[in-house]
């Protein structure tokens, strides 16, 4: 999983985020640990949707892996932190924010799209 981290394009997904907030520095939000977790737990959470929905081409491969439960060890631990954090920040409520609507649309365009239609 860790290099389709760097080569999902979800990294620039998050810049163009924090580009929307007028926030400048990506390395600068990530200092903050809870918000890395939580970037890092989005990501990986959108790599595992692509997967579920190219379900077939998956099976193909024989993967084995159950995304679905991957899912939702990715949200539980999501809203445990999200919880735990509570950012006082408004830059950083806002990113938190967007993360949530980056999965939730990441679902979406995954539902919709011709691609991966069964």
Known sequence: MKIRIYDSGLIWTIQIILLDMEYRNYNDILKYVE????????????????????????????????NLIMINEIMQNFYKIEELYNPYDTYLKKFVESLKYMISGNIEYHRICSRYKV
């Open 35 to 66: 918000i890395k977790k939580l970037t890092n737990l989005s990501i990986k959470h959108a790599i595992i949707v692509n997967d579920i929905w190219s379900f077939k081409k998956e099976k193909a491969l024989d993967d084995k892996c159950n």
